[in-house]
């Protein structure tokens, strides 16, 4: 396939893509569309980066601009399901620049926000309608929403969905969905999950896979850098500090993390900006369009953001910590070396993160080179202020904890231990996927948040 031409698709849907100039299809988009097209159920397997938002966007806006409908009140033609709602809101814009051209309604429906708007915007029908499992329960629930005139179903990253612990919420809306539909379901990896789901909702599906699951971008240089936990701040902000880099897009494992690091960055003089899930909707909005623009080159996401992120121009990916779920590594790294670009990773790794390591290692098959750093000489006698508990820091503005005063050093009244000295108890991060994951970005059933996320495929 040399050009959406080819597929025959509306001449409203070619225009809008020639204002894009948009002209060849990628591998998933040549595949998938006609197959789309036919009405035939398909599981998509590609990485992010890849097009598959356009692979079933512009086949759905066809489907519609040919037998267009009146609209039913409370209902939706399409339903687009994804775990974030940056996701979602990215998927909406695809969808309405697609179909610029059409008299096609787009609505969403995501959690983080009043779930009034969503009911008075649902409440006359809309054509296609893109949502976040939560809240699209919750409008369900409410008598807001009913399921049973959807035509097409998109399940868009699933295994993120699963990995979340959204499963008992999608089996919920799929029970409401009429049996005679189309079904789309597009996933980065295809674990034996996936596998399952895809048997139990989609019938006869075909199968289009473009890229090898544990593939990492080929124009990316990836290296390690082992150093101890403590160096892991000071080599950040020296390398920013004397690296030209045109934006930097900076891992951490958890939000709490994210937040640690941004300060430390701000105190060495560097510029950033966090974006998880505990940040409220116009933080994120304001955060990542500065990174867009320019304006800070530096974002500090959580893990939630490793598939969803897609801003031109990212020169540098930077693992702050590694990731404990191995394929994480390839979504991450993901975000630079984009539209035929070359990018580097760079991930710095702990002794007590040597495990992930090798699980990243062994999915990619490969070694990544490594170096041994440490923390930059002006650093090494002087932890960040970022990197010291906030007991540590109340110590050096009191008089009676500091060394020698009147208690010594470490201890409380009577000589008990202070609570940073305390030993603090965790589980390892192996035995929290799903749940914890969930709870650490806000994204649960019951967190009042939404995962984040933002992609655009063309």
């Not at 900076?250 to 690091?261: E, S």
């Not at 304001?286 to 490793?306: P, Q, Y």
């Not at 000589?415 to 305390?422: L, V």
């Amino acid at each position: 396939m040399t050009s959406f031409t080819q597929f025959g698709l509306a001449a409203p849907i070619t225009r809008a893509l020639a204002d894009e100039r948009y002209t060849v299809p990628t591998p998933i988009q040549g595949e998938t569309i006609p197959l789309v097209l036919t009405g035939r159920d398909v599981v998509g397997i590609a990485q992010t980066g890849t097009g598959k938002t356009a692979a079933f966007a512009l086949p759905i806006l066809h489907r519609l601009a040919g037998s267009p409908l009146r609209r039913e009140p409370k209902s939706c033609r399409v339903l687009v399901l994804s775990p974030t709602r940056e996701l979602s809101g990215q998927i909406l814009e695809s969808f309405r620049t697609y179909g610029r051209h059409l008299r096609i309604d787009v609505a969403l429906a995501i959690g983080g926000v009043s779930i009034g708007g969503q009911v008075r915007r649902l409440a006359a029908g809309v054509d296609i309608l893109v949502a976040t499992p939560g809240r699209l329960v919750d409008l369900v629930k409410s008598n807001a929403l009913r399921l049973d005139r959807v035509e097409v179903f998109v399940l868009d990253e699933a295994d993120r969905m699963l990995d979340m612990g959204f499963l008992p919420d999608i089996r919920r809306i799929v029970g409401k969905l009429p049996a005679a539909r189309q079904t789309l379901l597009f996933s980065a990896t295809m674990p034996a999950a996936i596998a399952e789901l895809a048997k139990q909702f989609l019938k006869d599906p075909a199968r289009v896979a473009v890229t090898p699951v544990a593939s990492t971008a080929e124009r990316v240089e990836q290296r390690i850098v082992h150093l101890d936990r403590g160096a892991k701040l000071p080599t950040l902000i020296d390398f920013l500090r004397r690296e030209t880099c045109d934006r930097v897009l900076v891992f951490t494992r958890t939000k709490h993390g994210a937040d640690k690091v941004v300060r430390g960055l701000h105190q060495g003089g560097v510029s950033a900006s966090a974006i998880h899930g505990n940040k409220s909707q116009n933080n994120r909005e304001r955060a990542l369009s500065a990174f867009r623009d320019g304006s800070v080159r530096t974002l500090v996401a959580t893990d939630i953001a490793a598939r969803g992120i897609d801003v031109d121009g990212i020169s540098h990916v930077i693992n702050f910590d590694l990731p404990n779920e191995p394929e994480s590594y390839v979504h991450r790294i993901g975000r630079t070396a984009r539209a035929g670009a070359a990018g580097t990773a760079i991930s710095y790794c702990s002794a007590d993160e040597v495990p992930y390591l090798r699980a990243i290692e062994k999915l990619i098959r490969m070694t990544i080179p490594s170096t041994r750093g440490a923390a930059p000489a002006r650093f090494a006698n002087a932890p960040s202020t970022a990197e010291r508990s906030p007991h540590h820091r109340a110590q050096q503005h009191s008089g009676k904890h500091a060394a020698g005063g009147k208690h010594g050093q470490g201890q409380g009244r009577k000589g008990a231990p202070t609570k940073s000295r305390r030993r603090r108890f965790s589980r390892p991060p192996q035995q929290v996927r799903g749940a914890q994951h969930r709870a650490d970005e806000g994204e649960g059933r019951n967190s009042g948040h939404s995962a984040f996320g933002f992609m655009r495929q063309s």
